[in-house]
């Protein structure tokens, strides 16, 4: 089979593919024409013919990460030996103090709007919250249960 080298690169260009994805129809009966094939209107009229392809790109398959991700999902996969970086870097303290207070304002803004706090209750309870008194909302419930700062009480 002849080498088939200008006609590649020529079929590259055409298909605007790269050399490696250009097939060649390796059928002896059609090499000879492929051959003489020199110009680039030559290379056009062989990809019309059909001896002539660009092949289909590859892709990398995801299935595996997809499966390790569904792992994870579920806590596995997870352990020391997985780790790398300090616990601060792959959880950080300002987004563990965001997620909190947030939860922390929001339960707050749902008591004075609910009418269980007024809002002398609900500023103190807040500065508190700020000053970082309230480990969770739970906590938070609990000072509001043991100090009787509900209206109902």
Sequence with gaps: MPNFSTQKRLAACVLDVGESRVWINPD??????????ITREDVKSQIEAGNIKAKPQKGNSRARYRARAA?????????????????????????????????????????????????????????????GEYRSTAHLNAYIKAKGLTRSD
Excluded: F, N
Aim: hydrophobic residues 25%; aromatic residues 6%; proline residues 4%.
């Design 71 to 131: 792992k994870r999902a579920y806590g596995h996969k997870k352990g020391p030996g997985r780790r790398k970086g300090a616990k601060g870097s792959r959880s950080p303290r300002k987004e563990i103090w965001m997620t909190k207070i947030r939860a922390l304002r929001r339960r707050l803004k749902e008591l004075r709007e609910g009418g269980d706090i007024d809002r002398h209750t609900y500023r103190m309870l807040y500065r508190k919250a700020k000053g």
């Design 28 to 37: 002896p009966d059609v090499a000879g024409e492929i051959a003489d094939s």
